[in-house]
């Protein structure tokens, strides 16, 4: 999907945690935690609180309770990002890090970021894809995942109604993703981490 024909995404405001639970004073950093395919930033709640100063906003997807309204594919996804990271800080430089298909969309908060001429320090891809090789995954595997545990809590039945509707959605709207490549000369250090073992 090109942004041009994405429809246009939420407002995101209203989806936005700091990461750990800092102590006063606080300030934000330009560090920014994206939402992986499930939609949540919960998924960074267990990174230690290295700096007890400093709150790092997670975004969490708008169509968190409401995938089956997830039709922006990554590049309108992108934007609503940053339309908020904007709202907390209007210019760089940035330092964004996303994991699985939160890195996907990094690369295109990137993309769009550098094309308006902002800096971004960083880049981190936490176990990303390539999207130019993903496909649909059968919905069996997420449950499969969420049987084992890989979803939060290893009880089926805890498992939050929207959230495999929420990654069959992220997985659509990388499936349809083309990245553009980023001008060396703005492109950002980046940084990919990848587990050793598979599932």
Excluded at 108 to 121: A, F, R, S
Excluded at 138 to 155: K, M, N, Q, T, V
Aim: proline letters at 10%; glycine letters at 8%; a negative charge.
């Amino acid at each position: 999907m090109t942004s041009g024909t994405d429809p246009t995404p939420l407002s995101i405001t209203n989806h936005t945690k700091s990461v750990g639970t800092p102590s006063p004073p606080r300030r934000v950093a330009s560090s920014v935690l994206l939402q992986d395919g499930g939609g949540s930033a919960t998924s960074y709640l267990d990174i230690p609180n290295l700096l007890s100063d400093l709150a790092i906003p997670g975004l969490s997807s708008p169509y968190l309770k409401n995938p089956e309204e997830y039709k922006c594919g990554v590049t309108g996804m992108a934007s609503a990002f940053i339309t908020e990271i904007k709202r907390r800080q209007p210019h760089g430089p940035y330092l964004l890090a996303g994991w699985s298909a939160g890195g996907v969309i990094a690369f295109e908060v990137v993309n769009q970021l550098t094309k308006c001429g902002e800096n971004i320090e960083k880049l981190i891809l936490i176990d990303s894809l390539c999207p130019d090789i993903i496909e649909p995954l059968p919905s069996p595997l997420h449950a499969w995942f969420a049987s084992i545990g890989l979803l939060g809590d290893s009880d089926s039945t805890k498992i939050p109604p929207w959230l495999l509707p929420h990654f069959a959605a992220s997985v659509n709207a990388l499936s349809n993703y083309t990245a553009e490549k980023i001008d060396s000369q703005k492109c950002p250090d980046v940084t990919a981490i990848w587990c050793k073992d598979g599932i």
